[in-house]
């Protein structure tokens, strides 16, 4: 024992001194590889001309605008490809202080749902409208995931304009599919749950799962012009969880198609239950057929509760509608309607490619990535190749519909897109690469390594009849080292992608805001020339609107409530000074601002506000409720740079105390005393 | 006068008409914060621009060194100029068709007289404007005054200003031209008259 001391004692310093060395060499390798002389592992795919690709010029527009999910953040962030540079955030389902979104008057109705006000959600998948298959820039499209909800985004102003909240929905993952002209957009729940066919969940043991979970396909029709939805049916599916979906092109366009997992309809421990059967199933809904039925009558109709949300063109103010009712489907009473295809394994991906022929199913947890054959589908349903049937649904041969295996792809396919040119390109999540095949002999041709662990791709209209097939953006889950550490929590990154030639080439990383799940990208010039640069003053409708600075008021309403009329140009506000409020009055900052002219926003603060400051756009009318606590002198000022004598642009509110008799007064420069108060 | 020649005084009396289908003045603003440019359009009826809103944008911009707001209502010009010019078009044509030379001379110097009193109608108002400036104006710059150019351009703080006449002047002086040449080419018929009625005296 002592000897084995002494030993190690002997050796003890000639140990450290090797480690040191091996230590040494360790740092001076990860020092040669963070240098960034391109020896490192992480750049060797670097395309020379990388940098050229995508520099855009200062002054110079991107080629492109894509569209980012935030994922948990609620929000959707546009970015410029191919330079990655951020252009803007917009809120959809969060309150967003940086404008006022969710918090000012005009918007907070935006948030309403049959649970009362839910200020967040997880936004996951944006869809760009379409006509004719194409995108068309008019609409983005976008789901939330927890309280299930679809939304519009009009890309003339890119401010959502509209949210409806989905019925006999939990978890509305599988959403929103836009079909190749926006008849329907189509919305399917991840999270099956008992319906209590009255409009809510019913209070069900756990363990019926089996027996009394369901989940719902929703369509939502959109106003061909307006872009205005309207929950049109929905189909009662069996209990799976409805994960993605895809729609069919030319000749496959009647069809839609969603990914299931849990066919083994597991209600606890997912990760393993879910994952026992070989086979899910990739769920076929001819859609044409569907509004068929509904139409002619096989629709039963269910008591409902849900909030349909939309924001006024010309007043800026969202009013909310509650939706008593809901159409619905089952599929054992509309024969032809839904077929199940046998997918391996937890099926996530499913993307049709451009000729509508070739249906692709990334199952994660598979060894090959299945190509289904629509035609074979067609012919199999006339032959009634049927491998038995499910819930009235009856489920094809997996052979007599697989066209053939992408054999060897990666490991944990997710997703995949087109590039037009005859090639697809998956997302491999657990082998962390871009896998790039060819649909005419279903080879593997080439692969890059993204960094780290991707979840989807996106390449500009890969989703459509005639992608944009130039670049691929990459959105990696899992980020490291790839960019200065920001302490635990790091920025996710997307990758930028030449895939215009046989081999793909990396260009760029860049940090993406929240987590992006998935994106659109559309040809700049599809959009940017519609974009709205102020709103009319004149087409300004709202009821407190002010449109010139001698109509500005204050004004005691009832007994609590205080109406602020005001008016902001450059570089001041009317009025600036305002006496008479009495601690515990509701005081409604009612902003019109007077500019007409392109980008002179102005903002709106005051001193204790429990809300945000609110962001005027020119010609609009924004409010901003207050509600002083305690006696004094409150400073309010526009918060939005406008001009030199921005600074200068401030005011001052007089609160006395509850009772007081100091009446209500305001000007701007000059005194002017107010209309007699109408205090009742 | 000859029948073409009339035809080129009535012509000249009506491109006169221009004057209400486009502008007849114009100012040019460029700043580093305008890369589109800002337009002030000045018409013979009224004040327009490059956008709807290039008067109020205008306003707001010159509040700041104190200039006083421009609204068209200032302007009496703007309600009496079409009657002048519609004036001008009619005695124009009436001069092509009484077929006297020296109402043609006539018309044409009335009409460059004009044309002169409205360019240092203009000048005055330019004038005006750019130097009768607030004193609590929040920009003050001892000394400076900003009188736009009347023609050219000229530097006013961050703003370059480029002043040029515009179509509508181009009838103007398509009437002055016009109606000229029609006084020079008329010059033989009016001696071929005059022989004419000397000739049967001689014989």
């Known amino acids: 024992m002592e000897t084995l001391i002494t030993k190690f004692r002997k050796a003890a310093p000639k140990a450290a001194l090797l480690m040191a060395v091996a230590a040494g060499a360790v740092l001076q390798g990860c020092s040669k590889i963070a240098g960034g002389d391109g020896a490192g592992a992480t750049v060797t795919a670097l395309s020379s001309d990388a940098a050229s690709a995508v520099y855009v010029a200062p002054g110079k527009h991107d080629e492109l605008y894509s569209f980012l999910s935030g994922g948990f953040n609620g929000q959707v962030s546009v970015y410029g490809i191919p330079s990655g540079r951020l252009l803007k955030i917009i809120p959809v389902f969060t309150q967003h202080g940086e404008n006022g979104y969710g918090y000012s008057e005009e918007s907070k109705a935006m948030l309403n749902t049959s649970h009362g006000f839910v200020p967040w959600d997880d936004l996951h998948h944006p869809k760009l409208s379409r006509t004719n298959g194409q995108t068309d820039g008019r609409w983005l499209f976008v789901n939330g995931n927890n309280t299930p909800r679809v939304a519009r985004i009009d890309l003339t102003t890119f401010e959502t304009v509209e949210i409806m909240e989905i ?34 969940t019913g209070d069900v043991a756990l363990d019926k799962y089996e027996e009394e979970f369901r989940g719902s396909i929703s369509f939502i029709k959109v106003d061909p012009e307006k872009g205005d939805m309207d929950l049109d049916f929905q189909i009662l599916v069996p209990g799976f969880d409805y994960d993605l979906a895809n729609g069919g092109k030319g000749p496959s366009e009647d069809w839609v198609f969603f990914t299931t997992y849990n066919s083994e309809k597991s209600g606890t421990l997912k990760e393993v239950g879910a994952s026992q059967n070989d086979k899910d199933y990739l769920a076929a809904v001819n859609w044409k057929l569907a509004a068929k039925y509904a139409k002619e009558g096989k629709a039963r109709e269910m008591p409902a509760n849900y909030y349909h949300n939309k924001m006024d063109k010309n007043s800026h103010i969202a009013k909310s509608t509650v939706k008593k009712k809901v159409r619905y489907l089952l599929p054992e009473e ?72 992408v054999k060897e792809p990666g490991l944990g396919p997710l997703h995949t897109e087109f590039d037009g040119k005859g090639n697809a390109y998956t997302s491999m999540f657990v082998s962390s ?37 130039k670049y691929l953006v990459a959105m990696n889950k899992i980020t490291k080292d790839r960019y200065l550490p920001t302490g635990p929590e790091l920025a996710h990154s997307a990758q930028l992608i030449d895939i215009s030639g046989e081999k793909m080439k990396m260009l760029l990383d860049f940090p993406t805001v929240a987590e992006p799940h998935y994106a659109q990208a559309i040809r700049a010039d599809l959009v940017a020339p519609k974009s709205v640069k102020f709103f009319k003053l004149d087409e300004n409708n709202h009821p407190h609107a002010t449109k010139k600075e001698a109509d500005a008021s204050v004004k005691r309403e009832g007994k ?11 570089s001041h506000m009317t009025p600036d000074n305002i006496e008479g409020v009495q601690v515990g009055d509701t005081v409604y900052f009612h902003v019109t601002n007077l500019e007409q002219d392109w980008d ?52 001052y509110v007089r609160v006395s105390p509850k009772g007081s008799n100091v009446p209500i007064t305001f000007s701007t420069g000059k005194k002017k005393q107010a209309p007699v108060a109408s205090a009742k | 006068m000859k029948a073409y020649q009339k035809v080129l005084m009535i012509v000249a009396a009506l491109s006169l008409g221009q004057l209400f289908m486009f502008p007849m003045w114009k100012i040019y603003l460029k700043a580093p914060q305008y890369p589109e440019g800002l337009e002030l359009h000045i018409w013979v009826n009224k004040l327009g621009g490059s956008s709807d809103h290039v008067l109020q ?38 001069v092509a068709l009484i077929d006297k030379r020296n109402l043609v001379l006539g018309w044409s110097g009335l009409l460059m007289l004009s044309g002169a009193a409205g360019i240092l109608d203009f000048y005055l108002w330019l004038v005006k404007f750019g130097t009768n400036l607030d004193p609590m104006a929040p920009i003050k710059v001892p000394g400076m005054t900003y009188i736009p150019p009347l023609l050219g351009n000229k530097t006013l703080l961050n703003f370059d200003a480029l002043s040029l006449p515009a179509l509508g002047s181009l009838g103007i002086l398509i009437g002055i031209t016009l109606s000229l040449l029609v006084y020079f080419l008329s010059r033989n018929t009016a001696k071929q008259k005059q022989a004419s009625k000397t000739k049967p005296a001689l014989a």
Request: glycine letters at 8%; hydrophobic letters at 40%; proline letters at 8%.
């Open chain 1, 167 to 200: 019925p006999n929905s939990a978890g509305n993952h599988c959403s929103p599919y836009p079909t190749n002209n926006n008849e329907y957009v189509i919305a399917g729940t991840r999270f099956s749950v008992p319906l209590d066919m009255k409009g809510g």
């Open chain 1, 334 to 405: 509309c024969p032809g309607m839904m077929y199940l295809l046998p997918a391996p394994k937890s099926p996530h991906g499913i993307d049709v490619d451009p000729t509508g022929e070739y249906m692709v199913v990334s199952g994660k947890l598979a060894s090959a990535i299945p190509v289904f054959s629509f035609s074979k589908m067609q012919e199999a349903i006339k032959n009634k190749q049927f491998d038995g049937e499910k819930n009235g649904i009856p489920v094809l041969k997996y052979e007599s519909v697989l066209k053939a295996e």
């Open chain 1, 433 to 469: 690469e871009v896998v790039k095949w060819k649909l005419s002999d279903f080879t593997v041709v080439d692969r890059m390594p993204v960094y780290y662990s991707v979840g989807h791709l996106m390449i500009p209209g890969g989703d459509t009849k005639e992608p944009y097939g």
């Open chain 1, 560 to 570: 609590n409530v205080v109406r602020v009329k005001m008016t902001a140009i450059r």
């Open chain 1, 600 to 651: 002179v926003p102005h903002g709106f603060a005051v001193m204790g506000a429990n809300n945000a400051e609110t962001l005027i756009m020119p010609g609009a009318t924004q409010t901003l409720k207050w509600v002083p606590k305690k006696a004094g002198v409150y400073p309010f000022y526009c918060t939005d740079f406008c001009s030199a004598l921005h600074q200068e642009m401030q005011g």
């Open chain 2, 57 to 94: 944008n205008f306003n707001i911009l010159n509040h700041y060194i104190g200039m006083e707001p421009i609204h068209a209502e200032s302007f009496a010009e703007l309600k009496y100029m079409p009657y002048i010019v519609i004036f001008f078009m009619i005695t124009g044509v009436l």
